[in-house]
């Protein structure tokens, strides 16, 4: 039989780079032949396609299909969906997958998923759905998920998982191995970094990362290789902060502890993953006033998220619209005023959302303690006022060659440096303010950041103007 030339292979080959089309499976081609088979309603032709996809590609191609194509997809496929998929799939598509797939084939497949993950697709459902999943699940898997679902959202008692080897201290390296490998391979969690090493009342003593376990002799007794220095993360904990504890102190895993400082849990690298997207996510959007908002949105959805932003914007507008009104009649003498006073407003508004931007990642860092805020301002002022010297000469020159007069030319520098300094300045004390206050700074900043250049601006730019060039 005559085999059919990879191209993609080839051409792979051609510049002398591994084929990355074999490693992640959902490549426009399997796409396109998933769509197909469910138009022509070819179950077994489908199952062939997504049955060798990872979860995540799967949820993927969930995600990619109209609403008519998914029902179809979940309908034929209903038995062959490993209910993992549904962890990687966003709030809103959740609630229509479940609804085709059934409660009761979720209730099923939950006690089989690591703790974490079930609830990571029972805290997106609505009451009622909840409510009946919970009715259907075994006595000992619905506590389990009501005591989690019983903590704040987004904090530590919500992302971790419960499945967790622990060990007296007393116990040889030799002993734990074996009590490892005596163990049910659906006792053990799928993926565990370390051994937590407990005392009689399960207080955490410290761990044994499993390479250090694996390289010692079977007589060492775990209390002579484990770690007491580990960071325990209280179950009420922020998922924010606990983000930040694993980035900042490289962490793979991290035990959870209550507030008699008991074990409860452990959270795992790859839970902390999809928190920084989120939360990076969420800040990103925030910025720009479109918290909430996804592509599959319907209009009249992400209208009302976007409305109130607008008017927001709107009212700071018509504020800056009143600062240009008190000078009318300057503007209507000097014709040049109303063509220069946007590069002045335009520059301001760019080096105060450049200020904002680092700020409010600092914050979320918790990189600006008490004595770094001071000096941040500082440090923003200063890099404020030499951009706004160097833009000063820029844009006076650039005024002079076009209108030929050189006070016109001199407002223009000033009026520049003036905004960039108080772009800077605002755009450094106002996230700060803002956290301290307890508001977001990611929510909030950009409106008084426009404002205060805006108003700022047009005021030095018009009102020099008034006293130099007009008066």
């Not at 998922?239 to 849990?265: I, P, T």
């Not at 914050?363 to 000063?392: H, K």
């Amino acid at each position: 039989m005559a085999v059919k030339p990879d191209h993609e292979n080839i051409e792979y080959q051609r510049h002398g780079m591994p084929d990355l089309t074999n490693l992640y499976g959902l490549t426009p081609k399997v796409e396109a032949a998933i769509i197909a088979a469910i138009a022509d309603g070819n179950r077994d032709r489908l199952i062939s396609l997504v049955s060798p996809l990872h979860p995540a590609d799967q949820a993927d191609m969930i995600e990619r299909l109209n609403s008519a194509q998914r029902k179809r997809f979940m309908i034929m496929l209903r038995r062959h969906i490993d209910a993992t998929v549904f962890t990687y799939l966003p709030e809103d598509i959740l609630e229509d997958v479940v609804s085709t797939y059934g409660v009761s084939e979720l209730a099923q497949a939950l006690p089989e998923m690591e703790s974490d993950d079930a609830i990571d697709i029972l805290e997106d459902l609505e009451d009622d759905e909840l409510a009946s999943i919970l009715a259907a699940l075994p006595v000992g898997e619905r506590l389990i998920v009501e005591e989690a679902l019983s903590y704040p959202e987004n904090c530590a008692g919500r992302l971790m998982q419960r499945e967790v080897v622990v060990c007296p201290s007393h116990w040889t390296v030799g002993q734990t191995v074996d009590y490892m490998r005596s163990l049910d391979q659906e006792d053990l969690p799928d993926d565990f970094y370390a051994i937590i090493v407990i005392d009689p009342a399960r207080r955490v003593e410290g761990q044994v990362r499993l390479g250090r376990l694996l390289s010692s002799g079977r007589p060492v007794r775990l209390a002579d290789i484990m770690e007491t220095s580990t960071h325990l993360i209280p179950v009420t904990m922020d998922q924010e902060e606990v983000a930040l504890l694993f980035h900042r102190y490289g962490l793979v895993s991290a035990s959870v502890v209550d507030q008699q400082n008991k074990l409860v849990g452990v959270i795992t690298v790859d839970d902390i993953v999809d928190v920084i997207q989120e939360e990076a996510e969420e800040d990103l959007m925030a910025l720009g006033g479109v918290s909430g908002s996804n592509l599959r949105a319907s209009i009249k959805a992400t209208v009302e998220t976007r409305f109130l932003w607008l008017l927001v914007n709107l009212l700071t507008a018509v504020i800056a619209s009143i600062v240009i009104g008190l000078f009318d009649k300057t503007i209507e003498r000097l014709v040049a005023l109303a063509v220069l006073m946007p590069i002045v407003a335009s520059m301001g508004g760019n080096a105060g959302t450049q200020t904002v931007t680092v700020a409010v990642r600092a914050l979320a860092m918790r990189q600006l303690g008490d004595g770094m805020v001071s000096r941040f301002i500082m440090r923003e002022a200063m890099v404020g006022l030499i951009n706004g010297i160097i833009f000063a000469v820029v844009a006076g020159l650039v005024a002079f060659l076009w209108f030929q007069n050189l006070h016109i030319a001199l407002v223009m520098g000033f009026a520049m440096i003036a905004n960039m300094l108080a772009a800077a300045l605002s755009g450094a004390a106002i996230p700060v303010f803002l956290s301290r206050i307890g508001v977001d700074p990611a929510v909030a900043s950009s409106v008084f950041i426009t404002t205060v250049t805006d108003v700022i601006g047009f005021l030095t730019f018009l009102g020099l103007a008034a006293i130099f060039l007009v008066g």
